[in-house]
């Protein structure tokens, strides 16, 4: 793809192309890239990879992304079209409906939690797109512009923290060929026994004895976003 190559990606993506048939395309270039990294994860991406795994030239892809930061971005934006209200919302089933969509999108995803900070902060249209749907919903409730990128980013953080740690104990178990939570457990229970004799720490030890919900995360999550929305709610009284 031709044209300055300073100019931001997208801008140069809008350009008409030069050539009337393209053996490649953005939109061929992010879902390859994205089926690598959802089988092998973000270490597994590079150019070369990408241009055997599209059977081209391995200088093929750079005339649409001019590296690796670029082709994150493309993913990021390939992946976050999913993500769409339907009409007729309000703004807490809107705010509820985006968290619980990037969820499952971080879940199918896995690796939109090893982005480095400068990946996870890109302005793609669709992620652009996103903000722009959370907002409107808030628009109209005499909030001021301010406080509602605050509400949504508040939204927002809650589920990238609820994800990482989610994500954190997904990948142990994966790495370490568990079954899943219980097999966690045994393998912590001897840190764990040795913290519990202490004596220090006795409400988390009735947790550990009483709880039930302990790998239930699609509860945890749900319960924790809906106390943020009615704090939310009763804060601004909406």
């Not at 055997?52 to 200088?59: D, I, R, S, T």
């Not at 082709?71 to 990021?76: A, N």
């Not at 939690?113 to 628009?139: C, F, G, H, I, Y």
């Not at 009735?206 to 319960?223: P, V």
Request: proline share 5%; net charge negative; with cysteine.
């Amino acid at each position: 793809m031709a044209g300055d190559k300073s100019a931001p990606l997208w801008e140069r993506l809008e350009r008409p192309s030069p050539a009337p048939r393209q053996t490649l395309s953005s939109q061929r270039i992010a879902t390859t890239a994205v089926a690598i990294a959802d089988g092998e994860g973000l270490e597994a991406i590079t150019m070369r990879r990408l241009a055997a795994e599209l059977g081209v030239a391995p200088m093929a892809p750079y005339r649409y992304v001019s590296g690796k930061d670029d082709l994150l971005e493309l993913m990021v934006d390939h992946v976050y079209a999913d993500l769409r209200l339907p009409r007729g919302l309000d703004w807490r089933e809107s705010l509820r409906t985006l968290a619980v969509q990037t969820r499952e999108l971080m879940l199918q995803h896995r690796w939109l939690a090893q982005l480095s900070p400068r990946a996870k902060l890109s302005l793609t249209p669709n992620r652009m797109t996103v903000a722009e749907q959370a907002l409107v919903a808030l628009d109209g409730l005499d909030l001021d512009a301010d406080t509602m990128m605050s509400v949504f980013r508040t939204v927002d953080a809650y589920v990238h923290g609820a994800l990482s740690y989610e994500s954190a104990v997904s990948t142990v178990i994966s790495e370490q060929s568990l079954s899943g939570g219980d097999e966690l457990r045994d393998e912590l229970a001897p840190l764990m026994m040795w913290h519990m004799r202490t004596g220090r720490y006795p409400t988390f030890q009735h947790y550990l004895r009483t709880a039930t919900r302990k790998d239930d995360t699609s509860w945890q999550f749900d319960l924790g976003l809906d106390c943020l929305l009615d704090g939310i709610a009763t804060r601004f009284g909406i």
